[in-house]
C-alpha cells in the first residue's frame, strides 16, 4: 500500500470515528437534559401538592445509577431511560433515508440511542427477577443535536420530523410528558389463565410478593401485536 493510499485510509478513520465521538457526546448531553428536566418535574411535583381522593401519598422521583441511566418512579411504575454507548446508523429500508435532511447529508443517518423502558414499580422492589419490562420508545440523536423517537402512541406519533426536531429543553419536557402519560395509561391486564394455572413447588416457597410469576402489563400478547391495538 502507498503512502498516498494509507493517507486516504487514516483520513476516513479519523473522520468516522470523530463523527461517532460528536454524535456520542450529543447523545450523553441529551441524556444529561432528561435528567435537568426530571429534577425540575419533581420540584414541581413536590411543590404542587396534589392530594388522592383518599389521601394516600404519592411519590414522583428519580434517580441516577451512573452516567447512562435515569430512573424515573411513578405510582406503581418506573421508567428507565437507558443510553447506548455506541452509535448506529439507520436501515437503508428506515423511512427517514428517504427525506431530503439524509439525502443531503449521510452523515446525518448516523444516531445515539436512548431506550426507554416501562417496568413495574413492584418488580424491582420484590426483586421479581422473572417480571417483563416493555420498550415505550426509542430516542435517536444526531450529529446535528437533531432527534427521531420511535414509540409508541404519544411518543411515536408527535416527534417524527427528524429534519426538524433539535433536542433543546422544551422539546425534553415534552418527550417526558409524554412517556409519563403513555405510562399511566398503559395498564396491568389480568394474565391469561392458561400461562398461570400451574405453579411448581419452588414458586410456592417463595412469599406471595417474591412469587416467580411473570408479571407485565401485556402478558399473553406479542410486542407487535400489542403496537397494533394501541397505536
Known amino acids: 500500500m502507498d ?3 494509507n493517507q ?16 456520542y457526546d450529543k447523545t450523553l448531553e441529551g441524556l444529561r437534559l432528561f435528567k435537568h428536566v426530571l429534577d425540575q ?5 413536590q411543590q404542587a401538592e396534589v ?9 414522583f422521583e428519580n434517580k441516577y445509577s451512573g452516567d447512562f441511566e435515569i430512573e424515573v418512579k411513578f405510582g406503581g411504575d418506573i421508567l428507565l431511560f437507558l443510553m447506548h454507548t455506541n452509535v448506529f446508523e439507520f436501515s437503508r429500508d428506515h423511512d427517514v433515508m428517504r427525506t431530503s435532511y439524509i439525502r443531503n447529508d449521510k452523515t446525518r443517518s448516523y444516531c445515539g440511542i436512548i431506550n426507554i ?11 421479581r427477577v422473572n417480571d417483563m419490562g416493555y420498550l415505550i420508545g426509542r430516542v435517536f440523536i444526531n450529529k446535528d443535536n437533531h432527534y427521531f423517537i420511535e414509540g409508541k402512541r404519544e411518543l411515536g406519533f408527535l416527534y417524527n420530523d427528524f429534519g426538524t426536531n433539535v433536542l433543546n429543553e422544551a422539546n425534553a419536557s415534552k418527550i417526558l410528558e409524554a412517556a409519563i402519560r403513555y405510562t399511566i395509561n398503559f395498564d396491568l391486564l389480568t394474565p391469561p389463565y392458561e400461562t398461570v394455572k400451574i405453579v411448581s413447588v419452588n414458586d410456592m416457597r ?17 410486542f407487535k401485536q400489542d403496537l397494533g391495538a394501541d397505536a
Not at 486516504?8 to 454524535?23: C, E, R
Open 206 to 222: 417463595h412469599t406471595l410478593d417474591e412469587i416467580s410469576l411473570k408479571t407485565g402489563k401485556r402478558m399473553g400478547f406479542q
Open 51 to 59: 392530594q388522592s381522593d383518599n389521601g394516600r401519598k404519592i411519590t
Open 117 to 127: 423502558y416501562n417496568f413495574l414499580a413492584d418488580s424491582f422492589k420484590y426483586n
Open 3 to 5: 503512502k498516498d493510499s
Open 8 to 23: 486516504d485510509l487514516f483520513k476516513t478513520l479519523v473522520n468516522k470515528a470523530s463523527l461517532k465521538q460528536d454524535i
Open 41 to 45: 418535574m419533581n420540584s414541581d411535583f
